[in-house]
Every structure is written in structure tokens, then in C-alpha cells.
């Protein structure tokens, strides 16, 4: 038999009756550290015992001395003797060891037994006067990334053991929290001869002097202390209810799918600015216009903003074998061969005629055009030089110098846009994006044309007194402006 038994938080106190009767029983005593309170009064009631400390001193990495330690107890059980393991705290409260032993013993059909104890977090929530109903969550320190803190709930972390782990947890709490966030410095909740609690703002947390091995931090539940996506959600909800927008509840998925298109173009010219204030304003419109569908969505009873999320998930583990499976790559190109194959055998193409079919047709035309030339690629129908591109590109100009004049719109849009895809070609060749390429030439011509109009201002005329040819004058004259 293997029981593992809990030394509560540190004051002898909060020892169980039936963890001094464990401790005190037939068998083996392992303790996985003498650095806890109420070690002391163990030594004092003259309970023999080892500890498993010299793991710390000649292990450095925490799994392998976890581990360590689960196959010492094993082995030492294999040998005939009943175990006692005794653990701060809970056995079942922030104890990876414990965690691992029960897996273990579970493996290899080992009886074991957990005797109940008080936590740390039974200590923290009487100091701190805590009711648990109102929620809370306990987060292990080293594990810190992994976590996702939630302002609805007092949250715990525990085992901030120094202040390079207050460092790494500060860092965390600051992706989701202000700075001057307030939150509770807490070391030996429960030992009242030690105890320590007090107030601090978030970004004094590893300046702390005291920080040990019985250091944890409390961040008491705000709802107003800062806003992330269940605000985003209910805030869209609340527009869309009975009593909210006229607007918003007007809203179908056709008649915002345009308001889409024009948000995602505003974070693009926020990238070309350069601004981060910007761009995270669009980025945010974006966010908005997703979670308006969703939202519509799960009104209709078809789908929620879980099943987008979901979604996008799968596609990107499904997408991504070389990181998420086995599967290895070497560059960035291989990376995109797999993509494509992987896509095409989602989605079933037969056929390179059904991968050009599938480029979305709100794209730009542009973009659109440049997609479908690409795909058009792998099956080798592509010009082999830029040099035939552009011999392509004279054809069409003729071709639409023959029909301008003629009374067919029809033919004069047809081989106009012959030309424009031509262009494109080439422009795919040279590995220009033909869409970034038009607009510089657009706002090149709006700054040209704005010199012109200016010029005019100086002369004491306007562009509407203007000749052509005086106009293009001014035209060449900006063209020399901007070489200077």
C-alpha cells in the first residue's frame, strides 16, 4: 500500500488527524522536501523520515526530479514495505508529483491511497476572506504560458518560487492585465507567525524581496479592469437583442459582407502607414465584422463564434504536419507544396479547372487574375520567359487599338481586359504584386496631379483655364520634383 498523506500549509495546526495517524502508522515515511514549516514539528514528535531534497541539488530539470521520485517510492514499495509520502499541502493541489505517482501505480496495479488535507488554498481564502462561489482558478506558476486568465474569477498562482518565476509570471499577467493592476503578495497564507500579505501593483511583483518557496499571488475578480473577447461577444449580443440597435438588428450576413471587404482594406493602408494605433483600430473593426456574422449565425441556429473558432483550428493543425504531426520540410517551399496538396484533398479537386474555379470572385480583379495565373502555373501552361509576357502585353494593346473605335462595347471590354491580364502576367513574372503595383501608380498620380492643381493655385489661375499642354508641362516639371 502506498498512501499519500498532505502537510497542509505550513502551521502544524492544519494537520489532519488522519495525516499524523499515516505519518505515525507501519511503513516507509518520504517526504519530497524539508523545506516546509511543518517539517519542524515532525522532527519535534520524533517522526523518522527521508526527504527527497538531494534530487533538487544534483537534477536540474523539475519533470526528471519528479520523476525520480515516483520510481524511488516504486521501487522501495517492490521491496516489500508500505509507503507513506507525505507532500506540502494537498496531496491532489499543485503536486506533480503526486500525479505522476498515481499514474503509475495505476500502470502497474499498485494500491494507493490519498488522505485528505488542507491546501494552500484553503489558507489564502481565510486570510484573504475569499467566498469560493464567486469562482476561482488556480494557476501553477510554471506553467504560467499555458494559461488563460480570466478577470470573472479570483485567480491563484501558486509555487512563484523566486523571482525569476515572478518575472516570467509578471509577463504573463501583463498580456491580459494593466501594469498597475493591484493584486495580493502572498508567502506562508495559514503560518501566522510568517504570514505575509499586502497589496501591490502588477509591476512590482518581481521586485519583491521575500519571494520563496511559499510565495503565491491572488488577482481578485474585476469585471471593469480591462476588456477581451467574452466582452466583444456580449457586447454584440446586446445589439443585436430586443432592446438594442435598430441598426444592428437590421443586419443580415449580405448586408454587411461589403463592410468586410472595407475594413480589411483600412488595416491594409494602416500596415502602409506604419501605425500601430491604427492598425490595431482596424484590426479591431475586422474582429467586430467576424464576431456580427457569428453572431447572426447563431441566431439563425446554424453555427457560433466556437464553430468559427473550431474551424480555423483544425484547418491550421490539419494544414501544418511539419509542426503539429511528422512530417518534415526543409523550406519555406515545401512548407507551400504541402499546403496546396493538403487543400486540394480537402476539398476534392479533380481537376486543375476546379482549383481556378475555387480563387473567390470578390477578390479584386487584380489579385484574382494573379491567383489564377499561379495555379495555372503547376500545370505548366506559363509562359517560359518574362520577355514572351510582355510581348503578350503588345499583342492585346494592338489588339485593342484595332476595336476602340468600333461600336462593339462588347469586344472593346473583352480585349481591354486582355490587355489587364497580360499586364498581370507580367508583373507575376517580375514578382510584383499587381495590386500594390496600380496602387503606388494611383497615388503617384494623385500627388502629380496635386502639384499641377497647386501650381495652378500659385499662378493665379485654375485647372479649368488651363490648357492640356500647360497642364502637362506642370506634370513633367512634378516628375522632376520627385527625383530631387
Not at 437590421?250 to 500596415?271: F, G, M, N, P, W
Request: hydrophobic share 40%; charged share 30%.
Amino acid at each position: 500500500m502506498i498512501k499519500v498523506v498532505g502537510l497542509g500549509p505550513g502551521a502544524k495546526e492544519a494537520l489532519t488527524l488522519g495525516t499524523i495517524e499515516a505519518l505515525k502508522g507501519e511503513g516507509k515515511v518520504y517526504i519530497r522536501t524539508e523545506k516546509h514549516p511543518t517539517v519542524d514539528y515532525l522532527k519535534e514528535i520524533g517522526l523518522n523520515f527521508e526527504t527527497f531534497d538531494y534530487l533538487y541539488e544534483t537534477i536540474n530539470n523539475f519533470d526528471d526530479v519528479y520523476s525520480s521520485m515516483v520510481n524511488a517510492i516504486i521501487s522501495s514499495h517492490k521491496n516489500g514495505m508500505d509507503i507513506i509520502y507525505a507532500v506540502p499541502g494537498h496531496p491532489l493541489v499543485a503536486e506533480k508529483s503526486v500525479s505522476l505517482l498515481m499514474k503509475k501505480c495505476k500502470e502497474e496495479e499498485i494500491s494507493l491511497e490519498i488522505v485528505p488535507a488542507v491546501s494552500f488554498i484553503d489558507a489564502m481564502m481565510e486570510s484573504l476572506k475569499i467566498d469560493a462561489i464567486d469562482g476561482i482558478k488556480i494557476i501553477d506558476a510554471f506553467d504560467i504560458k499555458n494559461q488563460v486568465f480570466d478577470k470573472r474569477v479570483g485567480n491563484i498562482v501558486t509555487q512563484v518560487y523566486n523571482k525569476l518565476i515572478a518575472s516570467e509570471v509578471k509577463l504573463a499577467l501583463l498580456l491580459y492585465y494593466p501594469e498597475d493592476m493591484e493584486i495580493y503578495f502572498v508567502r506562508s497564507a495559514g503560518v501566522k507567525k510568517d504570514e505575509s500579505i499586502r497589496k501591490i501593483f502588477l509591476y512590482e511583483l518581481d521586485r519583491q524581496d521575500d519571494i520563496d518557496y511559499l510565495t503565491s499571488i491572488y488577482i481578485p475578480k474585476n469585471i471593469e479592469v480591462t476588456k477581451d473577447f467574452n466582452d466583444l461577444l456580449s457586447i454584440m449580443e446586446m445589439l443585436r437583442s430586443e432592446n438594442g440597435c435598430p441598426w444592428d438588428k437590421e443586419q443580415t450576413h449580405e448586408s454587411i459582407k461589403r463592410d468586410l471587404i472595407e475594413e480589411c482594406y483600412e488595416v491594409l493602408e494602416a500596415i502602409d502607414a506604419k501605425n500601430d494605433d491604427m492598425l490595431i483600430e482596424e484590426l479591431g473593426d475586422v474582429l467586430l465584422n467576424i464576431v456580427f456574422h457569428a453572431q447572426i449565425g447563431s441566431e439563425d441556429g446554424y453555427f457560433n463564434i466556437n464553430d468559427v473558432i473550431k474551424s480555423i483550428c483544425h484547418k491550421m493543425i490539419e494544414r501544418h504536419p511539419h509542426i503539429f504531426g511528422n512530417v518534415h520540410v526543409n523550406n519555406s517551399q515545401e512548407v507551400l507544396a504541402n499546403w496546396d496538396l493538403i487543400k486540394k484533398k480537402e476539398y476534392g479537386y479533380q481537376s486543375y479547372t476546379e482549383e481556378l474555379k475555387h480563387v473567390g470572385k470578390n477578390l479584386p480583379a487584380l489579385i484574382r487574375a494573379d491567383k489564377v495565373q499561379t495555379k495555372a502555373k503547376k500545370a505548366r501552361f506559363d509562359w517560359d520567359k518574362v520577355e514572351d509576357a510582355l510581348d503578350k502585353v503588345f499583342e492585346e494593346f494592338n489588339e485593342v487599338k484595332d476595336v476602340y473605335n468600333c461600336n462593339n462595347k462588347a469586344r472593346i471590354v473583352d480585349e481591354v481586359g486582355d490587355l489587364l491580364f497580360s499586364v498581370v502576367n507580367v508583373a507575376r513574372f517580375l514578382k510584383i504584386d499587381p495590386e500594390e503595383a496600380l496602387t503606388l501608380s494611383t497615388e503617384k498620380f494623385i500627388n502629380r496631379f496635386e502639384f499641377i492643381e497647386k501650381s495652378a493655385i500659385e499662378q493665379g489661375t485654375n485647372l479649368n483655364q488651363m490648357t492640356l499642354d500647360e497642364m502637362n508641362i506642370l506634370w513633367e516639371k512634378s516628375k522632376e520634383e520627385e527625383i530631387k
